[in-house]
């Protein structure tokens, strides 16, 4: 057994699965020690029962173990926009809502359409945050996100884009969405789609139903997701290229991608919090820090969306982190910006699906880290040996109240204002270093 730097000690481990060895099932009240050398996992064992010598040792009885979350999407604001958000307050809430990682779209000013733009990104993250929270760019997939030229993709890819996306601004025409889609698979980038149909209602943040007919809002149809997930799937089964599908919000979409995914057509999904707890009553009262795009749906949608997260027919979670200052969200309804926050609040609110028995722990852990470490490629914590030791300890029990000071994102807009959530990081080691 090599040196090793850091042994955490009697963290309890949320599953009776283990993920290393021989699999041995565990009871629930086992205890595991994790053994972190040269910044991996070096072993995950029941507590006590390797003998080892740590350069460091954290006692972490009465904490979680849980990998260090992935965020396949979010929107950091900057260059451009830094009064709503920048790199260095966005990946402070990253660090402590439990973010190891964070993939961050490109419809900042100047977009992310060219190296100059990606190398910024990545300067200001690494002065802000050197030890991480780590920041993976998404390429723009056209110039400007104007959805008429592709960007020179290529070059994306080496300066350190991981993935390609004209999210917030799918692009319409389908010929060009799919020389797109070549031209990505040609240099290793995975394709991810915000799916909104153009014409109907596009960018509306309210669901076409009761809640939009009662407040006298124009609503958006499910069906303009749907329309888009069908053209992509039948696309990535025409071209057998993969496409990922950006924050899935009906039941419509769930049951297309469904259907792409038994036919083995090479199609992912993510969905986010707030498709799964939330529906469009929470509109009412014409609530701006409820808008949103897609917009939040109906019950049945909530009760598909869950569904499809355990069976793994949606693959992942992402927050579309979406920051917004006051003075943008406290206009009319049919005024404000699309979006919510979700770094600060998003490990704390899912893990309420694990406390109540909708989601197991592995699947929970999939969800969040595992999964986008697959799809996207990206550095995740399985608990295997060789794995980064990007890790968590976590009190799924203390309770806090969202109130604007305790949030570290820049902008305070979500609709979880004033309520109280369970659970919160007390440390966050990311390759085997504390950075919370
Ligand atoms: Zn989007």
New binding site residues.
Partial sequence: MPAIDLLVRGASWPSTKAPWRDQNALLPEDRVDLLVAGGKVVDLAPSGSIEAEAAEVVEAESLTLLPGLIDA?THLREPGFEYKEDIASGLAAAAAGGFSAIMC?ANTRPVNDNATVTELMLRKAAAAHPNGPRLFPVAGLTLGLAGETLAPLGELARAGCVAA?N??LPVKNTELFRRAMEYAATVDLPVID?C?DPYLAPGAGMNEGRTSALLGLRGQPAAAEAIQVARDILLADELEIPIHL??VSCRESVELIAWGKERGIPVTAETCPHYLFLTEEACEGYNTLAKV??PLRTRDDVVALRQALGSGVIDILAT?H?PHADHEKETPFSDAPCGLTGLDTALAWTWRLVREGALSAEEFMRAWATGPGRIFRLPANGFVAGDPADFLLFDPEEAWEVTPEMLRSKSKNTPLLGSTLHGRVKAHFIAGRRIV
């Fill in positions: 999407h779209m996306s999210d917030g915000h909104e950006a924050h795009n897609p579309d979406a």
